[in-house]
T-cell receptor
């Protein structure tokens, strides 16, 4: 069965420090991979996505993610966090064979940014 | 930038009552979705909707749930007789294309509390 795991429920990081959020998936082939962010009172906003090709993908707000097939991972990184990056981050997968394109989400990682 | 909107942002209801959650997808989008997130759990797919009919639904989406697009702009989720376990954040999403390659745009959610 497909699954998405975000091992870290909560991460605290200092402003200006680097951030890495982990995501592991279980799927028979390479799924489509996404990272979404949810700020308080906002909807889920797409940060970046991976379908194929270059395994390092760049997204909005200075985020990047690296797909590692051997580890079934798609970790999200940012070199230097800003206070506005405090939010909840969701990793999601979509099956290329799924006709209707539903997404399967991880449980989310809450990021707190301290001064 | 166009966005998905949802109303109300919060709703409290008594067990057994009917609730209708409303969404206004982005205007040129053709595919519509409902997801929910029970507190502390993953975001779960409920249903997808295209061409005025359900295209796919999850096991969660039983007979007490229904969706419709009554007027070409609103997309609603009705829960006929709410249960305590229906308490969750409900997200609406829409996209232009059919496959998981297309970005799903999410609304800010409706937090439903069933007492």
């Amino acid at each position: 069965a497909q699954s998405v795991t975000q091992p870290d429920i909560h991460i605290t990081v200092s402003e200006g420090a680097s951030l890495e959020l982990r995501c592991n998936y279980s799927y028979g082939a390479t799924p489509y991979l996404f990272w979404y962010v949810q700020s308080p009172g906002q909807g889920l906003q797409l940060l970046l996505k991976y379908f194929s090709g270059d395994t390092l993908v760049q997204g909005i707000k200075g985020f990047e993610a690296e797909f590692k097939r051997s580890q079934s991972s798609f970790n999200l990184r940012k070199p230097s966090v800003h206070w506005s990056d405090a939010a909840e981050y969701f990793c999601a997968v979509g099956a290329p064979t799924d006709s209707w394109g539903k997404l399967q989400f991880g449980a989310g990682t809450q990021v707190v940014v301290t001064p | 930038e166009p966005e998905v909107t949802q109303t109300p942002s919060h709703q409290v209801t008594q067990m057994g009552q009917e609730v209708i959650l409303r969404c206004v997808p982005i205007s040129n989008h053709l595919y519509f979705y409902w997801y929910r997130q029970i507190l502390g759990q993953k975001v779960e797919f409920l249903v997808s909707f295209y061409n005025n009919e359900i295209s796919e639904k999850s096991e969660i989406f039983d007979d007490q749930f229904s969706v419709e697009r009554p007027d070409g702009s609103n997309f609603t989720l009705k829960i006929r007789s709410t249960k305590l376990e229906d308490s969750a954040m409900y997200f609406c999403a829409s996209r232009t294309g059919q496959t998981a390659r297309e970005t799903q745009y999410f609304g800010p959610g409706t937090r439903l509390l069933v007492l």
